[in-house]
């Protein structure tokens, strides 16, 4: 677990300030991270083309990242270290693993707030700007442009279903596992998601997230999305995808043509 500093350091890079747990500050923290923190693949791309990585980074360098290059992460960076976050500032957090189509290839956290659970998920490019209740007895929705999510009530052990539908298309989902586990479960499959046949080594997906829209990059297309619609349009070659990422989430130029050099580009990551 990092320092009080560092985390210090955090509340700082989100523009928020310690308070006393309670349903109202968790909203505004999951707010702040999910528009501060983009969920993005080109530092994942960077790291391993410069450094040969395939690890996480640490605390103190992904709030680098954030800080020097409006760098953000993955599930597996985002969301861990908002769960350390919400444990610092004295939330009742756990880590909790989640299936799609492996298992524990997802991770999410449960907070455990005023007798309720609550899901947060900052680390799955969706506009989960709240914490999400899990105990509820009907669906919980959420309409974004042309998306939907849809968190289901629990099932018999527990477990909790996010489904997110695409122009009425069911595309993707996860099954959350409540029970809590360790960042370190997910050592391997962090590993593999570094190997050049990886879908994140071989894709750019940022999605970066403002109060009232999204813009969403994915290879070479971008989407400004609104909760009432969504506008989609090509981009035609890498400096444009440079430009435009550089433009709209703030990575430089520089560093995202390093990051995507010799990448096909071609990867689906719901494919």
Avoid: W
């Amino acid at each position: 677990m990092a320092n009080a500093k560092t985390f210090e350091r955090y509340l700082s890079i989100l523009g928020i300030e310690a308070a006393p747990p309670g349903l109202d500050h968790l909203h505004r923290l999951v707010s702040a991270q999910l528009t501060r923190v983009p969920f993005e693949n080109i530092s994942k791309l960077y790291l391993k083309r410069t450094e040969g990585a395939s690890y996480i980074p640490s605390l103190e360098q992904h709030l680098d990242g954030i800080e020097r290059f409006s760098f953000g992460g993955t599930c597996y960076a985002n969301n861990p270290y908002f769960s350390q976050l919400l444990h610092h500032l004295g939330y009742k957090v756990d880590m909790c693993g989640a299936d799609m189509s492996e298992p524990d290839v997802h991770v999410v956290s449960i907070v455990r707030l005023e007798g309720r659970e609550y899901l947060v998920d900052v680390g799955y490019g969706a506009p989960f700007f709240k914490p999400m209740a899990r105990g509820l007895d009907h669906e919980h929705e959420i309409v974004f442009g042309r998306n939907r999510y849809v968190l289901h009530p629990q099932d018999g052990q527990g477990r909790s279903r996010m489904d997110h539908f695409h122009d009425g298309q069911l595309i993707h989902g996860y099954l959350v596992k409540p029970a809590p586990c360790q960042i370190e479960i997910f050592n391997d499959v962090i590993r593999d998601s570094y190997s050049d046949a990886a879908t994140f080594m071989n894709v750019v997906v940022i999605e970066r997230f403002f109060p009232d829209r999204s813009v969403r990059i994915h290879n070479f297309t971008i989407t400004e999305s609104t909760p009432e619609g969504a506008l989609t349009t090509r981009l035609t070659d890498r400096e444009e995808l440079a430009a435009a990422i550089e433009h709209n989430v703030g990575i430089p130029a520089d560093i995202v043509r390093e990051a995507v050099e010799g990448i096909a580009l071609e990867a689906d990551i719901y494919g």
